[in-house]
């Protein structure tokens, strides 16, 4: 099925580094939102953004919504420990018809 | 307010068997979507109930299908299960196809 070009597909963090993840897509979306997974749980919604070039915060969390409308960013400030999951970015075109469409996520470890 | 709940949590089943999933939407939202996904791979769009009929649909089988009930509440049947159909199958609901807030999923594996 279609997916969008999430990058790095994992990364070590130390606390208090800060990190960065991007979405790439060849279609246009209309939202991007970002969710966090955790092992045994469903996606938690972090951010949504529906308009391009919206800047959004939550937090230690910012997301930016692409001019291009292809593409979306998500940073987190001063990592801590819990920030360490699987982050997906997900893509929607039309809300009626209720496809997102996610990338393969991000896996944020803890740096031995 | 509660969230979106979805039972079993796990379940075993044999090839060739049918399932069926069950999932009660969070207060006060009426849209439920269906999601498989595989493991290390995101989420995929199976399909969409918006007041009992289907509004959208992925690229799987017929042998998919779903329910929604006057409640919003819905289920996915899968027939005749096939090994690939082993993933985690997320539910989520929604007001207007907006926002989608997920249930922790059913584990299915097909052995």
């Known amino acids: 099925g279609q997916q969008l070009n999430q990058s790095p597909q994992s990364m070590f963090i130390q606390e208090g580094e800060d990190v960065s993840m991007n979405c790439t897509s060849s279609?246009?979306?209309?939202?991007w939102l970002w969710y966090k997974q955790d092992p045994g749980e469903g996606p938690v919604l972090l951010i949504a953004l529906y308009k391009a070039g919206e800047l959004t915060s939550n937090g230690r969390l910012t997301a930016q919504f692409g001019i291009t409308r292809k593409d979306s960013f998500l940073n987190i400030s001063a990592s801590i420990p819990s920030d360490v999951g699987i982050y997906f970015c997900?893509?929607?075109?039309?809300?009626?018809?209720?496809?997102?469409?996610f990338g393969k996520g991000t896996k944020l470890s803890v740096k031995p | 307010e509660t969230g979106v709940t979805q039972s079993p949590t796990h379940l075993i089943k044999t090839r060739g068997q049918q399932v069926t999933l069950r999932c009660s939407s969070q207060?006060?939202?009426?849209?439920v979507s269906w999601y498989q996904q595989a493991l290390g791979q995101g989420p995929q769009f199976i399909f969409q109930y918006y007041r009992e009929e289907e509004n959208g649909r992925g690229n799987f089988p017929p042998r998919f299908s779903g329910l929604q009930f006057p409640n919003y509440s819905s289920e996915l049947n899968v027939n005749a299960l096939e090994l690939d159909d082993s993933a985690l199958y997320l539910c989520?609901?929604?007001?207007?196809?907006?926002?989608?807030?997920f249930g922790s999923g059913t584990r299915l594996t097909v052995v």
């Open positions: 207060s006060g939202h009426n849209t």
């Open positions: 279609s246009i979306f209309n939202t």
């Open positions: 989520a609901s929604s007001w207007g196809g907006v926002s989608y807030t």
């Open positions: 997900a893509g929607q075109i039309d809300g009626s018809q209720g496809n997102l469409i």
